[in-house]
């Protein structure tokens, strides 16, 4: 079959082909001509891309020999972080630690350039999520549209968790808390993490609290 004939398969075809695909394989089919990669590159900013992504992990410490340190959420905090990238990427998802102690609760998180004046947070739009693994204690979140961010350009991620207006008030918010690199590499990308250094209430996840993953693709 010729390139031209791929050209013009229908946007759904391509849609059903590239869902079948593991990770190593959309890299193959992103390197394989100019065409294939804008394909490519089009069907992972509908945001299908899911946990097929690239993964980074930020922890000091595996999940099995990780510290037992707790944070606790409350509904007017916010953590933040900062990246900076050597090479432009996708970002297209986030881990966070699963809050336990209330029987529902609300995760709301975006990212922004780190630009003043900043743009306001989006808390509305519903993303989708999984658990990482059998012990459900890290979850990721994806977003609907994946953000470009460009090499060497400052972002923040921003992660709030409280409870919902159905659940009981009082009721204490935790998860699991990280300890973290500030410069971590993953699949040829330098990640450089800091604090916003913003006042309360906002409180930094560079050194230890919250994202210990992130979801990447390269461009």
Known sequence: MSISIWDNLPREIWEKILDSL???GLQQAQ????SWREIVLAYIMNGRLGNRALKLDRRRHSESDAPGSLLEH???TWDSLLVQVDRPILLTGMGVYAPQGASETIISVDARPFVFPLRPLDVETKLN???EDSTNKVIG???KVPFVIDSNSLWEMALNISTSRSAFSNRTIWSQSGSYHNRVESNGTY???CSSEKSF???SSSIDGQFPFLFFWKL
């Open 129 to 131: 999520s999984e658990f």
């Open 141 to 143: 979140i994806f977003a």
């Open 31 to 34: 390197n394989t001509c100019a």
């Open 22 to 24: 593991d990770t190593h």
């Open 191 to 193: 990640f450089t993490f």
């Open 201 to 203: 209430p906002w409180r």
């Open 74 to 76: 409350r509904n007017c």
